[in-house]
């Protein structure tokens, strides 16, 4: 936070006001057995109902239904066809990762479940009975991180056997489970008397298309060759004067045709720098039989190959 401080006192003062169990992973609970700082669930289902958002709501609400009825049974389908042992298989991919990784641990058991590990000079403490790990990856997510699974090694107990029972395969049939039943044609409905007729809101014609995309925050805008980080916040230094707070282009003195007073700067002038002659002469003996002829004229070595003789002057 010190060094937040010092590069930006706004965002310190903004996270101060927050909780730090909001946005810091040390004091994350360890219930919801997750890691994640995004709110990338909520992204994707905007992106999956973008379609049924731009209908009336009762055509909404069934087009949302169907897409979530056919999800369910997918999903139900995929756990026979698709899927392979106990767990999913992206956590399978993120088990045999932190194998990897288990490589350069080396467990030295304690007693009672308890090792401490030594994993590139940093040494960390393992306790498998209550499944708790310093680094508290295995705490915030219940995936065995690579210091419980050279543990497990030692012990010889098998990786998924320790993964948390919500990545289980038996548990992700209990959440797609129930069924969403279709609906018959609103023709047929059955229409039901004493309560109030529900109007749609009165509708107010804009100017422009309507937008069809949410508003983004200033630090998501796209350019039109991609993603580009956002200059929000960002101090700009003038290339014509010098000056911060505009840029060349708005620069007063370069629209006013003063041209501004910058310091001068001085280039060095390096000095050539004579190499000895019987070096050379050395160097070039030993690649291939060159005869050399060697001129000495006001300290400045001029070299002239030759095929017939070799004479030194001085």
């Not at 300290?299 to 001085?314: A, D, G, V």
Request: proline share 6%.
């Amino acid at each position: 936070m010190e060094k937040m401080r010092a590069l930006n006192q706004k965002a310190y003062e903004w996270l101060e006001r927050m909780a730090p169990n909001t946005w810091v992973r040390a004091f994350f609970s360890t219930y919801s057995k997750c890691d994640i700082l995004l709110n990338n669930s909520c992204e994707v289902f905007n992106n999956y109902i973008l379609d049924a958002r731009e209908i009336p709501i009762l055509s909404m609400l069934e087009h949302i239904k169907g897409q979530l009825m056919s999800r369910y049974y997918s999903k139900e389908k995929e756990v026979g066809q698709v899927w392979q042992g106990p767990i999913c298989p992206k956590i399978r991919k993120k088990v045999q990762k932190n194998s990897e990784f288990a490589n350069t641990c080396f467990a030295a058991p304690s007693g009672h479940g308890i090792f401490q590990i030594q994993d590139r000079g940093y040494q960390l403490v393992v306790n498998i009975r209550l499944k708790q790990c310093d680094c508290r990856r295995w705490d915030l997510t219940g995936i065995p991180c690579s210091h419980v699974i050279s543990c497990l090694r030692h012990e010889r107990i098998p990786t998924e056997t320790m993964v948390h029972d919500c990545y289980t395969s038996a548990r992700f049939l209990i959440a797609y489970g129930p069924k969403i039943y279709p609906c018959a044609d609103k023709s047929i409905w059955e229409k039901v008397q004493g309560l109030p007729v529900v109007l749609p809101p009165l509708y107010e014609k804009k100017v422009g298309r309507p937008p069809k995309n949410r508003r983004k925050e200033p630090v998501e805008l796209e350019g039109t060759s991609g993603t580009k980080m956002s200059k929000h916040g960002m101090q700009m230094t003038c290339s014509y004067c010098g000056d911060q707070g505009h840029n060349r282009a708005g620069c007063q003195l370069r629209k006013s045709g003063i041209r501004p007073k910058l310091q001068p700067v001085r280039k060095t002038i390096e000095e050539p720098q004579v190499e000895d002659p019987t070096q050379q002469i050395d160097d070039n003996l030993d690649e291939e039989p060159v005869i050399i002829q060697v001129v000495w004229t006001d300290q400045i070595f001029y070299s002239q190959y030759t095929n017939f003789t070799l004479c030194f002057h001085s």
